[in-house]
T-cell receptor, first 113, second 113 residues
Framework: KNQVEQSPQSLIILEGKNCTLQ??????????LRWYKQDTGRGPVSLTI?????NTKSNGRYTATLDADTKQSSLHITASQLSDSASYIC????????????FGKGNQVVVIP | DAGITQSPRYKITETGRQVTLMCHQT?????MFWYRQDLGHGLRLIYY???????DKGEVPDGYVVSRSKTENFPLTLESATRSQTSVYFC????????????FGPGTRLTVL
């Protein structure tokens, strides 16, 4: 079973609307959680990183939240733009041990005019 | 200021042939990584390196060989390519630690016939 589950797998939203992407994880012991944005045909780019003590972090129109107790994170996109069309990948790191990185399969977002 | 580059960007080869994918970074980052990305699987770590001459297996290392004689280069070799190795390959680097922000290259699309 994947240690990082993302939902919805894909969604289509109208330009200007908001949307929220979910990331649930079972990774332990937790070190940090990072959201990456991957445009089609390009490598992922980091949007935010959250550690155990952080609940919310923003990067422009992107706001990530973390609930370390329930092991859930969300990425909220405000006032979506066409350039937000991309895959959003949740990556959770372990503090130690083998295979310290666990990747979600991504949320595919399509913004339409 | 090239950052991190991969070559070739596209490669078609035949089953059984040896293929080497190149990765070069100009930041002098300690850590470098190789991933493959397939539909339905997301990003999967093949190998990573913490420094020159130090490499370690990731989640899916079978069929791949890496070396790192210089900090800036991290080539990935498929010794005898198989069709199941058809994928998009991403190289990444980070300044320190697997849990820190990774900077990804543009990817190499490899097709094995």
């Amino acid at each position: 079973k994947n240690q990082v589950e993302q939902s919805p797998q894909s969604l289509i939203i109208l330009e200007g609307k908001n949307c929220t992407l979910q990331c649930n994880y079972t990774v332990s012991p937790f070190s940090n959680l990072r959201w990456y944005k991957q445009d089609t045909g390009r490598g992922p780019v980091s949007l935010t990183i959250m550690t155990f003590s952080e609940n919310t972090k923003s990067n422009g129109r992107y706001t990530a939240t973390l609930d370390a107790d329930t092991k859930q994170s969300s990425l909220h996109i405000t006032a979506s733009q066409l350039s937000d069309s991309a895959s959003y990948i949740c990556v959770v790191s372990k503090s130690y041990g083998n295979n310290r990185l666990a990747f979600g399969k991504g949320n595919q977002v399509v913004v339409i005019p | 200021d090239a950052g991190i580059t991969q070559s070739p960007r596209y490669k078609i080869t035949e089953t059984g042939r040896q293929v080497t994918l190149m990765c070069h970074q100009t930041w002098s980052h300690s850590y470098m990584f190789w991933y493959r990305q397939d539909l339905g699987h997301g990003l999967r770590l093949i190998y990573y390196s913490a420094a020159a001459d130090i490499t370690d297996k990731g989640e899916v290392p079978d069929g791949y060989v890496v070396s790192r004689s210089k900090t800036e280069n991290f080539p990935l070799t498929l010794e005898s390519a198989t069709r199941s190795q058809t994928s998009v390959y991403f190289c990444a680097s980070s300044a320190s630690g697997v849990e820190n922000e990774q900077f990804f290259g543009p990817g190499t699309r490899l097709t094995v016939l």
